[in-house]
């Protein structure tokens, strides 16, 4: 049972991680995004990278935005979260 709710708790996440990720709202000139989208995009780019194979409306990037701004916080992301994975990693003894 316990194995159960986790399951579906985690499912949960996923859908409430990807209900803004970019390109699924469709293009919208009107609505560009900014420097904390940019952020959003980049820490739930895996996966939309994913879910970019199975349906070809979600972008990992998202088109209409600032620019350098929006740029900033999704490299930021990218960067912090992933970049920084490799301080934590083991290393072997020498």
Request: hydrophobic residues 45%; proline residues 4%.
């Amino acid at each position: 049972m316990k194995r159960i709710a986790l399951i579906l708790t985690l499912a949960l996440i996923a859908i409430l991680l990807c209900s803004c990720a970019p390109g699924k709202s469709g293009h919208n000139e009107n609505y560009r995004a900014g420097f904390f989208r940019g952020i959003w995009h980049g820490w739930i780019a895996p996966i939309t990278l994913i879910w970019q194979i199975f349906n070809p409306n979600v972008r990992i990037y998202e088109p209409f935005n600032t620019g350098w701004w929006y740029d900033l916080g999704y490299y930021l992301a990218i960067v912090g979260g992933f970049g920084a994975l490799g301080f934590f990693r083991k290393r072997g003894k020498d």
